[in-house]
């Protein structure tokens, strides 16, 4: 098959994207006249008719509802490569979070990273999923749990402290961890550890399942500090809480806390050769008091 000229291609997308030649003329800076002769030249070389053609619009047949589908995702492509390419020229970082670590911790601190990263610009995605890299969306993820994809720069982000923590009126009635046996219990689902890994941490057989269940951990930490129970989460997702003295930690130095590494900073090693995914990392590290990143 004959390559077809992109400007073809271009004028085609348009004309179909607009309902006229003339509009689309317009927008690429060319007569309807050129437009047409484009379109018909395309036409030509697929021997389709692609348009169904009035006086004053076009409207395209069935070929060319199916050719515009591929070209305008080809074109949506094209794009966003660019844009890609030509940001991250500049200090773009494109950064995946885990929605509980975005919400809780990195959000709050977004305006002193860029203080102290001028001109960093951010696009900041949350979601559960992992993202796997291999269309280039993302320049790095934060991610909970173990990533899951080889061949990964991976940055263990230091261990977390995870223990119950209630509103201070609900902190006067648990004295020791068997108070929590009667108390409302509330449940993170996703959570890595829950409730009965810390009942059994401090050799108590845990209780039958009750209480308020959310699968995020922002939320159970919202639902604690407005007093609906005692959550188990951790100490790092609910500073700015446990700070302002909405929640407290009712057993701390009485009970055993469970201590594990959550979140990891990954990115693909072609990923380190941008100055924006080095600066993040460095900053992040020193957000959490750990050691720089060898990358």
Not at 20 to 33: H, N, Q, T, V
Not at 51 to 70: C, D, K, M, T
Not at 169 to 174: D, K
């Amino acid at each position: 098959m004959r390559r077809l000229p992109l400007s073809a291609l271009q004028a085609f997308e348009a004309a179909a994207r607009t309902g006229s030649f003339r509009a689309a003329g317009e927008e690429l800076g060319i007569s309807p006249s050129a437009i047409s002769h484009a379109v018909r030249k395309l036409e030509i070389l697929m021997g389709a008719a692609l348009f169904e053609r009035q006086s004053r619009a076009v409207h395209l047949n069935v070929a060319g509802e199916a050719l515009l589908r591929h070209v305008a995702a080809g074109f949506d492509e094209m794009r966003q490569g660019i844009e890609t390419v030509g940001a991250r020229s500049g200090n773009l970082l494109r950064l995946h979070c885990a929605p509980s670590m975005a919400a809780q911790w990195l959000l709050p601190r977004l305006r002193d990273l860029l203080a102290k990263q001028p001109g960093l610009e951010v696009r900041l995605a949350a979601g559960v999923d992992y993202p796997q890299f291999e269309h280039d969306e993302f320049d790095a993820d934060i991610c909970y749990g173990p990533p899951r994809q080889e061949g990964l720069i991976v940055i263990p982000l230091g261990e977390e402290t995870v223990t119950p923590l209630c509103a201070p009126e609900l902190a006067a009635q648990i004295g020791s961890p068997k108070d929590l046996l009667g108390a409302k219990l509330i449940e993170s689902d996703n959570k890595r550890v829950r409730w009965t890994s810390w009942f059994g941490a401090n050799d108590i057989t845990p209780p039958a399942p009750r209480g308020s269940r959310f699968d995020r951990s922002f939320m159970a930490i919202a639902a604690a500090a407005d007093g609906l129970g005692i959550a188990l989460e951790s100490t790092r997702l609910a500073e700015r809480e446990i700070a302002d003295g909405r929640l407290v930690a009712p057993l701390a130095g009485r009970a055993q806390d469970v201590r594990y590494a959550g979140h990891y900073l990954v990115f693909p090693r072609v990923a380190k050769a941008r100055r924006s995914v080095r600066m993040f990392a460095q900053w992040l590290t020193q957000e959490l008091k750990l050691p720089a990143p060898k990358i």
